[in-house]
DNA sequence: GCGATCAGAT
DNA sequence: CACATCTGATCGC
């Protein structure tokens, strides 16, 4: 029976409340303007830009959830049919503007969502939601961490967001004669913007749907829409391509600069190519030595900043929650697995129920994961033949998985 | 005809 | 190869 008591991002029926981590499209699929299935949670910044996605929402479903203090639920329990009480606190999660990780208590025990986060050690943000989270947890386990697993797999190694930006500032200075483009998505990347523009003193060029957004969240008003005032543009990431560069170059030098991409990928395999072998006693810094940013076409920068934490901060971060139990909530085509395939070591107690499920999960792994890179990640580990067997009949079944996308729903009956 | 869902491209 | 998003096709009402 389907009877859960709190979704998190997922909008199925079935649940009582709904929780909104923050308002990027894979995370909002099944939401729309007719939506009448329950009360929706989500923050403040989120709260503010939900009528740009969602023209007709009726507003009056939505619950504002300020950052680091606990809120009361009075829910139904799925499994006595009695009142209960969840208490719920938001933590920021450092990805987007709006976005918040979420930590539930009641009935089910103590369970953290992450959503998407980054979890920079130099960051101020991260260290505020540190001290939240231990806080909170005082004294109590947390049962289940969903995580944020996108880069769960060491060879997902990259700067912080300050580094890469810095970066991003010395390719522009090093083409002081260009036109600069910088492609975004509708929502993120607010704080390479400003950090650029404090810089150089010099302002950004975004197209007008998203200077509504910068202007909704309250930005400072170095943003225009008029081409002439500035030689730095942030433009729409789907329309950014070789072709569009080499257009503008008919015109005009221009270069541009991909914030995210796969060049860090590739070299870190290359690098890390042996790592898991020794990983358990040795921890994953972000590689501080490697250049970075890569030329990936004659007017073609990439710079490995990221709005999802890297392997190692994943690391920390479980180390530091001790979770009794992981659960990713991303799943991937290839190159990330199940978090406890890595820090199954790092979880607080109970070591007999790693056994046990240990042996489970590999079996169900080749389902789930059945691409996933086995020789890059644990070498020498016996029957890799018969892995690789599976590889292909589970495509079907993996592509099924990952257009499920994100969302749980707690403490189902 | 419209929204929801999916496949494919970027 | 990753993410997040757009476009266009298809499905269901």
Not at 127 to 148: F, H, P, Q, S
Not at 266 to 278: H, L, R, T
Not at 341 to 354: D, E, M, N, P, V
Not at 371 to 392: E, Q
Request: hydrophobic share 35%; charged share 20%; glycine share 6%.
């Amino acid at each position: 029976m389907e009877s859960g008591m709190i979704s998190v991002d997922k909008w199925s029926s079935g649940s009582q409340v709904y929780f909104l981590t923050h308002l990027h499209a894979d995370h909002t699929v099944g939401l729309s303007s007719t939506w009448r299935r329950g009360l929706l949670y989500c923050s403040r910044d989120t709260a503010k830009l939900f009528p740009t996605k969602f023209p007709d929402f009726n507003l009056s479903l939505i619950r504002v959830v300020e950052i680091g203090c606990w809120h009361s639920l009075s829910l139904v329990s799925p499994n006595s049919g009695s009142a209960t009480t969840v208490y719920v606190m938001a933590i920021d999660a450092n990805h987007c503007p709006g976005s918040l990780m979420y930590l539930f208590r009641g009935e089910f025990g103590c369970m953290l969502y992450t959503g998407d986060f980054r979890w920079e050690k130099s960051s101020n943000t991260v260290e505020v939601g540190r001290t939240m989270l231990l806080n909170a947890l005082k004294n109590e386990k947390l049962d289940i961490l969903y995580l944020d697993n996108t880069y769960c797999n060491p060879r997902f190694s990259f700067p912080s967001r300050e580094v890469a930006a810095r970066e991003i500032v010395d390719i522009i200075n090093a083409h002081p004669e260009h036109d600069i483009i910088i492609g975004i998505d509708s929502l993120g990347k607010e704080d390479l913007l400003l950090y650029i523009s404090r810089t150089l003193n010099i302002k950004i060029w975004v197209w007008p749907e998203r200077l509504q957004v910068m202007h909704l969240l309250g930005f400072p008003d170095i943003f225009t829409t008029k081409t002439a005032l500035t030689r730095v543009r942030a433009v729409p990431r789907y329309s950014f391509s070789v072709e569009t560069l080499e257009c503008l170059n008919t015109l005009r030098p221009t270069i541009g600069i991909r914030p995210s991409g796969l060049p860090w990928s590739m070299k870190a395999v290359k690098a890390n190519e042996n790592v898991f072998g020794s990983s358990r006693s040795q921890t994953h810094e972000p590689n501080r030595d490697l250049r970075s940013a890569e030329r990936s076409h004659e007017y073609i920068y990439t710079v490995p900043y990221s709005d999802h934490l890297c392997f190692a901060e994943i690391q920390e971060f479980i180390e530091l929650l001790q979770p009794v139990k992981i659960k990713g909530i991303v799943s991937s085509l290839s190159s990330n697995i199940e978090p406890y395939y890595f820090f199954r070591h790092l979880c607080g107690t109970k070591q007999a129920f790693w056994r046990l499920h240990q042996k489970l999960d590999n079996e169900e792994k080749l389902e789930k994961v059945g691409t996933v890179d086995i020789k890059s990640t644990i070498p020498g580990t016996s029957s890799v033949a018969g892995r690789k067997r599976k590889k292909v009949q589970f495509v079907n079944r993996v592509s099924l998985l990952r257009k499920s996308g994100h969302g749980v729903r707690i403490a189902d009956s």
